[in-house]
């Protein structure tokens, strides 16, 4: 399973999603093919774009605690791996980091390898 991406130095300043709201950072492009051939910056930026899955990096404290979801004993944590819908959320940055903020519903799968998966458009 790929490692939490963020430093541990963002834990203080990171911002705080509020309410039901869930804080996904993107997985990051990869720039050289399995083969060691450096991709093409269209390319690396198409990817870049139609990604839809990312770590979840924080969670509001009303996050998946409505009763509509009392007895479901799968929800994403701090550090899971997730997907989510193609325009879902809203953008911000954070330290030159892109960064997503989802409603809790907007999230569609806990994805346990990211490598594993590949959402197409």
């Not at 790929?2 to 804080?23: G, H, M, T």
């Not at 004993?73 to 791996?81: A, E, L, R, S, Y």
Request: cysteine-free; proline content about 7%; hydrophobic content about 45%.
């Amino acid at each position: 399973m790929s490692a939490v991406l963020l430093p541990d130095a963002w834990e203080k300043d990171l911002p705080i999603p509020l309410f039901w709201r869930v804080l996904v950072r993107p997985k990051i492009a990869q720039e050289m093919s399995k083969g060691g051939i450096a991709l093409a910056s269209s390319v690396v930026e198409a990817e870049d774009t139609l990604n839809y899955l990312g770590q979840v990096v924080a969670m509001g404290a009303l996050s998946y605690k409505h009763e509509r979801l009392q007895g479901e004993p799968n929800f994403p944590k701090v550090g899971d791996w997730v997907a989510y819908g193609r325009y879902a959320g809203q953008v911000t940055w954070f330290k030159g980091t892109r960064l997503l903020v989802v409603n809790d519903d907007e999230v569609l799968l806990i994805v346990p390898n990211p490598d594993t998966i590949k959402i197409y458009a």
